[in-house]
């Protein structure tokens, strides 16, 4: 089961013991599924099947398609990623039809911004253009600390510079517990 990669984001299918599938989003699928094992073990319910994508930077995009799928074909259950009566195979087959695009890596040295421009401000200028150029529309989630750190190998602390910045400038905002976001308007030039 992966963890975190600099790569972007998973999407999932979940096949639980007592017939439900659950279907969703996540950044880390080794402790997402943890969490299920632990938090569903007491009360004799495991996991019966699993699938998880390649990383990649749609798979907000992916759960919402993947849970429309899944609400005209089967009966929802405790909340809207929880279905009854759809066949696992079937849920991932769909899956795997969800386009699935690996976030680039660009190493430190090839930014676009001059060498002497400090670090935090290079990969804030990468991340300025992905937004910019539909990389990371409205309302996604743009590249928590840890995946900044990862893909462009600089110290968390920097990268925490990197989300400041572009807070800065409106660019992004943050939601506590849920990571930062593209803005839904890009603020006004002048």
């Keep these: 089961m992966p963890g975190k990669s600099p790569l972007g984001s998973y ?7 007592v017939g439900i599938i659950k279907v969703g989003y996540t950044s880390n699928p080794r402790l997402r599924v943890s969490a299920y094992r ?7 319910i495991s996991i019966s099947d699993r699938w ?4 990649h930077g749609q798979a907000a995009d992916g759960e919402a398609e993947l849970i429309d799928f899944c609400r005209l074909q089967a009966t929802p259950v405790n909340g809207g990623e929880y279905f009854a009566g759809i066949d696992f195979d079937t849920v991932v087959t ?3 039809t969800l386009p699935c695009t690996p976030l680039p ?7 676009p911004a001059p060498a002497s421009s400090a670090p935090w401000r290079q990969v804030a200028e990468v991340i300025r253009q992905r937004i910019a ?3 990371y529309p409205p309302r996604t989630r743009v590249p928590s600390v840890i995946q900044l750190s990862a ?7 920097t990268a925490q510079k990197v989300h400041g910045g572009l807070r800065e400038e409106g660019l992004i905002y943050t ?4 990571g930062s976001f593209v803005a839904r308007q890009p603020p006004a030039e002048g």
């Design 11 to 17: 999407v999932y299918v979940l096949g639980f013991s």
């Design 38 to 44: 632990t938090s569903l073990s007491p009360f004799g």
């Design 52 to 55: 998880v994508s390649e990383p």
């Design 94 to 96: 769909f899956a795997r």
């Design 105 to 111: 890596l660009v190493p430190l040295a090839k930014l």
């Design 133 to 135: 150029d539909g990389t």
């Design 151 to 157: 893909e462009f190998g600089i110290a968390q602390a």
């Design 175 to 178: 939601e506590p517990g849920l």
